[in-house]
Protein backbone atom coordinates (compact mmCIF):
# COMPACT_ATOMS: atom_id res chain seq x y z
CA UNK A 1 0.00 0.00 0.00
CA UNK A 2 1.19 3.61 -0.84
CA UNK A 3 2.15 5.33 2.13
CA UNK A 4 0.25 8.93 2.97
CA UNK A 5 3.23 11.85 1.64
CA UNK A 6 4.26 13.30 4.63
CA UNK A 7 4.06 17.18 4.78
CA UNK A 8 5.81 18.08 7.75
CA UNK A 9 8.56 16.83 9.45
CA UNK A 10 9.77 17.69 12.85
CA UNK A 11 13.66 17.15 13.65
CA UNK A 12 14.58 17.11 17.04
CA UNK A 13 18.26 16.31 17.77
CA UNK A 14 18.58 14.68 20.96
CA UNK A 15 22.12 14.09 23.35
CA UNK A 16 21.06 12.97 26.88
CA UNK A 17 17.38 14.37 26.94
CA UNK A 18 15.73 10.99 28.89
CA UNK A 19 13.57 13.11 31.52
CA UNK A 20 11.82 15.66 28.51
CA UNK A 21 11.20 13.01 25.68
CA UNK A 22 7.64 12.34 26.94
CA UNK A 23 6.85 16.27 27.29
CA UNK A 24 8.84 16.62 24.02
CA UNK A 25 6.44 14.05 21.62
CA UNK A 26 3.30 15.19 23.93
CA UNK A 27 3.94 18.71 22.91
CA UNK A 28 5.23 18.45 19.30
CA UNK A 29 1.85 15.84 18.87
CA UNK A 30 -0.86 18.16 19.86
CA UNK A 31 0.89 20.91 17.69
CA UNK A 32 0.92 19.29 14.32
CA UNK A 33 -2.46 17.47 14.83
CA UNK A 34 -3.75 20.81 15.18
CA UNK A 35 -2.80 21.42 11.43
CA UNK A 36 -4.37 18.48 9.69
CA UNK A 37 -1.46 16.94 7.87
CA UNK A 38 0.60 14.26 7.93
CA UNK A 39 3.41 14.91 10.19
CA UNK A 40 6.77 12.82 11.39
CA UNK A 41 8.56 13.59 14.54
CA UNK A 42 12.63 12.67 13.92
CA UNK A 43 14.35 12.01 16.63
CA UNK A 44 18.24 12.10 16.22
CA UNK A 45 19.88 10.10 19.02
CA UNK A 46 23.56 11.51 19.36
CA UNK A 47 25.04 9.22 20.83
CA UNK A 48 22.73 9.31 23.98
CA UNK A 49 24.37 7.18 27.05
CA UNK A 50 21.37 8.18 29.73
CA UNK A 51 18.85 6.07 28.65
CA UNK A 52 17.62 8.28 25.65
CA UNK A 53 17.62 5.57 23.62
CA UNK A 54 15.88 3.01 24.80
CA UNK A 55 12.46 5.98 25.43
CA UNK A 56 13.22 7.08 21.49
CA UNK A 57 12.89 3.54 20.29
CA UNK A 58 9.83 3.57 22.84
CA UNK A 59 7.98 5.97 21.54
CA UNK A 60 8.36 4.84 18.01
CA UNK A 61 7.27 1.55 18.42
CA UNK A 62 3.55 3.01 20.44
CA UNK A 63 3.67 5.54 16.82
CA UNK A 64 4.95 5.66 13.93
CA UNK A 65 5.29 8.60 13.08
CA UNK A 66 7.84 8.99 15.25
CA UNK A 67 11.02 8.18 13.70
CA UNK A 68 14.38 7.42 15.14
CA UNK A 69 17.62 7.64 13.59
CA UNK A 70 20.43 6.27 15.89
CA UNK A 71 24.18 7.32 15.90
CA UNK A 72 26.76 4.91 16.71
CA UNK A 73 28.80 7.79 18.55
CA UNK A 74 28.20 11.77 19.89
CA UNK A 75 28.64 13.63 16.56
CA UNK A 76 27.27 16.85 17.74
CA UNK A 77 24.28 18.77 17.48
CA UNK A 78 24.66 20.22 13.57
CA UNK A 79 25.46 16.95 12.34
CA UNK A 80 22.78 15.25 14.09
CA UNK A 81 20.35 17.89 12.65
CA UNK A 82 22.19 17.51 9.45
CA UNK A 83 21.31 13.18 9.38
CA UNK A 84 17.35 14.45 10.45
CA UNK A 85 17.12 16.22 7.35
CA UNK A 86 18.95 13.38 5.16
CA UNK A 87 16.38 11.23 6.69
CA UNK A 88 13.36 13.51 6.47
CA UNK A 89 10.33 12.81 4.22
CA UNK A 90 8.27 16.24 4.11
CA UNK A 91 7.29 19.30 1.91
CA UNK A 92 8.38 21.43 5.14
CA UNK A 93 11.10 20.23 7.51
CA UNK A 94 11.11 22.24 10.97
CA UNK A 95 14.39 22.03 13.13
CA UNK A 96 13.85 21.95 16.85
CA UNK A 97 15.78 21.88 19.73
CA UNK A 98 14.94 18.63 21.98
CA UNK A 99 14.63 20.44 25.36
CA UNK A 100 12.11 22.76 24.57
CA UNK A 101 13.33 25.84 24.54
CA UNK A 102 11.88 26.52 21.32
CA UNK A 103 7.95 26.35 22.24
CA UNK A 104 6.34 23.77 19.64
CA UNK A 105 3.39 26.18 18.95
CA UNK A 106 5.11 28.99 17.32
CA UNK A 107 5.75 25.68 14.56
CA UNK A 108 1.71 26.70 14.13
CA UNK A 109 3.47 30.49 12.73
CA UNK A 110 6.11 29.17 10.77
CA UNK A 111 3.89 27.17 8.85
CA UNK A 112 1.33 29.65 8.10
CA UNK A 113 4.55 31.91 6.80
CA UNK A 114 5.46 29.04 4.73
CA UNK A 115 1.90 28.75 3.21
CA UNK A 116 2.32 32.74 2.71
CA UNK A 117 4.96 31.27 0.17
CA UNK A 118 8.29 31.81 2.17
CA UNK A 119 10.42 28.86 1.74
CA UNK A 120 12.70 29.65 5.42
CA UNK A 121 10.97 30.60 8.31
CA UNK A 122 13.29 31.24 11.15
CA UNK A 123 12.69 32.29 14.53
CA UNK A 124 13.71 35.28 16.20
CA UNK A 125 14.43 35.35 19.67
CA UNK A 126 13.47 37.93 21.41
CA UNK A 127 13.80 37.30 24.98
CA UNK A 128 15.73 34.26 26.68
CA UNK A 129 14.10 32.76 30.17
CA UNK A 130 16.37 30.81 32.80
CA UNK A 131 19.65 31.34 30.77
CA UNK A 132 22.51 32.72 32.58
CA UNK A 133 24.41 35.86 31.90
CA UNK A 134 27.30 34.43 30.61
CA UNK A 135 25.29 32.35 27.87
CA UNK A 136 23.23 35.24 26.62
CA UNK A 137 26.24 37.72 26.82
CA UNK A 138 28.49 35.65 24.54
CA UNK A 139 25.70 34.40 22.29
CA UNK A 140 24.76 37.82 21.84
CA UNK A 141 28.48 38.82 21.34
CA UNK A 142 29.08 35.54 19.17
CA UNK A 143 25.78 36.29 16.53
CA UNK A 144 26.85 40.25 16.35
CA UNK A 145 30.34 38.80 15.69
CA UNK A 146 29.73 36.70 12.82
CA UNK A 147 27.07 39.13 11.14
CA UNK A 148 30.18 41.80 10.69
CA UNK A 149 32.55 39.77 9.30
CA UNK A 150 30.98 36.66 7.97
CA UNK A 151 30.19 37.47 3.89
CA UNK A 152 26.42 35.65 4.06
CA UNK A 153 23.64 37.98 6.15
CA UNK A 154 23.20 35.43 8.93
CA UNK A 155 20.38 36.70 10.74
CA UNK A 156 20.55 38.30 14.34
CA UNK A 157 19.78 36.45 17.51
CA UNK A 158 18.52 33.56 15.77
CA UNK A 159 19.21 29.95 16.15
CA UNK A 160 18.00 27.09 14.43
CA UNK A 161 14.61 26.70 15.15
CA UNK A 162 13.35 27.58 11.76
CA UNK A 163 11.16 25.86 8.98
CA UNK A 164 12.56 25.16 5.68
CA UNK A 165 11.03 24.22 2.36
CA UNK A 166 11.78 20.77 0.81
CA UNK A 167 13.29 22.80 -1.81
CA UNK A 168 16.15 24.34 0.33
CA UNK A 169 16.34 21.33 2.22
CA UNK A 170 17.54 19.27 -1.01
CA UNK A 171 19.77 22.00 -1.68
CA UNK A 172 21.49 21.84 2.19
CA UNK A 173 21.85 17.89 1.24
CA UNK A 174 24.23 18.76 -1.83
CA UNK A 175 25.92 20.61 0.66
CA UNK A 176 28.64 18.32 2.06
CA UNK A 177 30.79 20.38 4.37
CA UNK A 178 32.19 18.45 7.22
CA UNK A 179 32.51 21.29 9.96
CA UNK A 180 28.79 22.60 9.66
CA UNK A 181 26.94 25.81 10.35
CA UNK A 182 23.64 25.54 9.43
CA UNK A 183 22.38 28.69 9.90
CA UNK A 184 25.05 30.01 8.08
CA UNK A 185 24.04 27.76 5.07
CA UNK A 186 20.54 28.13 5.07
CA UNK A 187 21.45 31.67 4.76
CA UNK A 188 23.77 31.20 2.13
CA UNK A 189 21.22 29.48 -0.28
CA UNK A 190 18.91 32.47 -0.88
CA UNK A 191 15.03 31.55 -1.29
CA UNK A 192 12.42 33.78 0.18
CA UNK A 193 13.15 34.51 4.26
CA UNK A 194 11.54 35.71 6.89
CA UNK A 195 11.74 35.96 10.37
CA UNK A 196 9.04 35.12 13.10
CA UNK A 197 9.80 36.60 16.74
CA UNK A 198 9.41 34.44 19.54
CA UNK A 199 10.21 34.34 23.33
CA UNK A 200 12.99 31.68 24.03
CA UNK A 201 11.72 29.63 27.46
CA UNK A 202 14.08 27.93 30.04
CA UNK A 203 15.18 23.78 29.41
CA UNK A 204 12.30 21.71 30.62
CA UNK A 205 14.46 19.33 32.51
CA UNK A 206 18.42 18.87 32.43
CA UNK A 207 21.04 20.94 31.92
CA UNK A 208 22.97 22.28 28.79
CA UNK A 209 24.85 19.97 26.70
CA UNK A 210 26.25 23.09 25.24
CA UNK A 211 29.69 23.57 27.07
CA UNK A 212 32.20 26.34 26.44
CA UNK A 213 34.36 24.12 24.33
CA UNK A 214 31.40 22.90 21.98
CA UNK A 215 30.17 26.90 21.59
CA UNK A 216 33.66 28.04 20.62
CA UNK A 217 33.70 24.76 17.90
CA UNK A 218 30.59 26.07 16.95
CA UNK A 219 31.70 29.56 16.87
CA UNK A 220 35.20 28.52 14.95
CA UNK A 221 33.05 26.83 12.27
CA UNK A 222 30.69 29.65 11.97
CA UNK A 223 33.85 31.89 11.31
CA UNK A 224 36.14 29.75 9.17
CA UNK A 225 32.75 28.30 7.09
CA UNK A 226 31.43 31.24 5.93
CA UNK A 227 34.69 34.10 6.31
CA UNK A 228 38.52 34.78 5.29
CA UNK A 229 38.66 37.71 7.68
CA UNK A 230 41.03 35.83 10.36
CA UNK A 231 43.44 34.85 7.32
CA UNK A 232 43.23 38.30 6.24
CA UNK A 233 43.80 39.67 9.48
CA UNK A 234 47.71 38.37 8.94
CA UNK A 235 47.94 40.48 5.88
CA UNK A 236 46.38 43.53 7.39
CA UNK A 237 48.63 42.87 10.29
CA UNK A 238 51.66 42.87 8.12
CA UNK A 239 50.71 45.97 6.31
CA UNK A 240 50.91 47.63 9.86
CA UNK A 241 54.02 46.65 11.08
CA UNK A 242 55.95 47.25 7.63
CA UNK A 243 54.12 50.58 7.49
CA UNK A 244 55.69 51.07 11.76
CA UNK A 245 58.90 49.88 10.83
CA UNK A 246 59.59 52.10 8.01
CA UNK A 247 58.35 54.84 10.29
CA UNK A 248 61.01 54.07 12.70
CA UNK A 249 63.83 53.27 10.56
CA UNK A 250 62.84 57.55 9.32
CA UNK A 251 62.88 58.42 13.14
CA UNK A 252 65.83 56.82 13.77
CA UNK A 253 67.96 58.41 10.84
CA UNK A 254 66.01 61.87 12.18
CA UNK A 255 66.84 61.15 15.93
CA UNK A 256 71.15 59.93 14.63
CA UNK A 257 71.19 63.35 12.22
CA UNK A 258 70.55 65.35 15.34
CA UNK A 259 72.67 63.42 17.34
CA UNK A 260 70.25 62.05 19.55
CA UNK A 261 70.85 58.78 21.44
CA UNK A 262 67.36 58.19 22.92
CA UNK A 263 66.63 55.06 21.67
CA UNK A 264 68.75 51.77 23.26
CA UNK A 265 69.15 49.39 20.62
CA UNK A 266 68.21 46.01 23.54
CA UNK A 267 64.75 47.26 24.19
CA UNK A 268 63.55 47.42 21.06
CA UNK A 269 64.58 44.38 19.84
CA UNK A 270 63.33 42.76 22.00
CA UNK A 271 59.95 44.48 21.95
CA UNK A 272 59.92 43.85 18.29
CA UNK A 273 60.80 40.16 18.37
CA UNK A 274 58.32 39.32 21.06
CA UNK A 275 55.73 41.41 19.00
CA UNK A 276 56.76 39.87 15.60
CA UNK A 277 56.94 36.73 17.07
CA UNK A 278 53.59 36.86 18.43
CA UNK A 279 51.90 38.19 15.49
CA UNK A 280 53.35 35.18 13.31
CA UNK A 281 52.62 32.63 15.61
CA UNK A 282 48.86 34.02 15.89
CA UNK A 283 49.11 33.85 11.84
CA UNK A 284 49.69 30.06 11.72
CA UNK A 285 47.50 29.30 14.36
CA UNK A 286 44.70 30.89 11.64
CA UNK A 287 46.41 28.89 8.78
CA UNK A 288 46.25 25.72 10.67
CA UNK A 289 42.48 25.78 11.69
CA UNK A 290 41.92 26.43 7.85
CA UNK A 291 44.24 23.95 6.06
CA UNK A 292 42.67 20.88 9.43
CA UNK A 293 38.99 22.35 7.95
CA UNK A 294 40.74 21.40 4.05
CA UNK A 295 42.43 18.32 5.62
CA UNK A 296 39.11 17.11 6.99
CA UNK A 297 37.15 17.56 3.78
CA UNK A 298 40.40 15.93 1.77
CA UNK A 299 39.70 12.43 4.13
CA UNK A 300 36.04 12.63 3.10
CA UNK A 301 34.68 10.25 5.40
CA UNK A 302 31.26 9.83 6.19
CA UNK A 303 29.53 13.33 8.06
CA UNK A 304 27.76 10.64 10.91
CA UNK A 305 27.51 7.38 11.38
CA UNK A 306 24.14 5.61 12.13
CA UNK A 307 23.82 2.14 14.00
CA UNK A 308 20.14 1.75 13.52
CA UNK A 309 17.25 3.56 12.01
CA UNK A 310 14.03 3.25 10.81
CA UNK A 311 13.75 0.51 8.21
CA UNK A 312 10.82 2.12 6.46
CA UNK A 313 12.61 4.86 5.60
CA UNK A 314 16.10 5.58 3.72
CA UNK A 315 17.90 8.85 3.11
CA UNK A 316 18.63 9.32 -0.24
CA UNK A 317 21.82 11.08 -0.21
CA UNK A 318 23.14 8.01 -1.45
CA UNK A 319 24.93 7.00 1.33
CA UNK A 320 27.80 9.48 0.85
CA UNK A 321 27.44 11.41 4.35
CA UNK A 322 26.49 8.34 6.58
CA UNK A 323 27.67 4.10 6.06
CA UNK A 324 24.14 3.54 4.99
CA UNK A 325 24.74 3.11 1.20
CA UNK A 326 21.23 1.90 -0.19
N1 LIG B 1 22.55 18.32 21.25
C1 LIG B 1 22.98 17.28 20.42
N2 LIG B 1 24.29 16.92 20.42
C2 LIG B 1 25.22 17.57 21.19
C3 LIG B 1 24.79 18.65 22.00
C4 LIG B 1 23.45 19.01 22.00
O1 LIG B 1 22.17 16.66 19.72
O2 LIG B 1 26.38 17.19 21.15
C5 LIG B 1 21.12 18.69 21.24
C6 LIG B 1 20.47 18.80 22.61
O3 LIG B 1 19.99 17.55 23.06
C7 LIG B 1 19.36 19.80 22.35
C8 LIG B 1 19.96 20.71 21.29
O4 LIG B 1 21.02 19.97 20.69
O5 LIG B 1 18.21 19.19 21.81
C9 LIG B 1 20.48 22.01 21.85
O6 LIG B 1 21.37 21.75 22.91
P1 LIG B 1 21.29 22.52 24.31
O7 LIG B 1 19.87 22.75 24.68
O8 LIG B 1 22.08 21.75 25.30
O9 LIG B 1 22.01 23.88 23.94
P2 LIG B 1 21.64 25.32 24.52
O10 LIG B 1 20.17 25.52 24.32
O11 LIG B 1 22.03 25.30 25.95
O12 LIG B 1 22.47 26.24 23.68
MG1 LIG C 1 18.77 24.30 25.01
Not at 6 to 26: F, G, K
Not at 41 to 49: A, K, M, N, P, Y
Not at 203 to 213: D, M, Q, S
Not at 273 to 280: D, K, L, M, R, S
Request: include cysteine; glycine fraction near 8%.
Amino acid sequence: MEKTKVCLSVIAPVYNEAEILDELYHRVSIVLDQIGEPWELILVDDGCTDGSTDKIIELASADERVRPVIFARNFGHQIAVTAGMDYSQGEAVVIIDADLQDPPEVILELVEKWREGYEVVYAVRTEREGESWFKKTTASLFYRLIYRITDVAIPLDTGDFRLLDRQVVDVMKKMDEHHRFLRGMGAWVGFRQIGVPYKRAARFAGTTKYPLKKMFGLAMNAITGFSYFPLQLATYFGFASAGLAVLGFLAWIVLRLIGSQTISGQTITLIAIFFFGGVQMISLGILGEYIGRLYDEAKGRPLYIVRKFDKNIKPDSKGKRSNETK
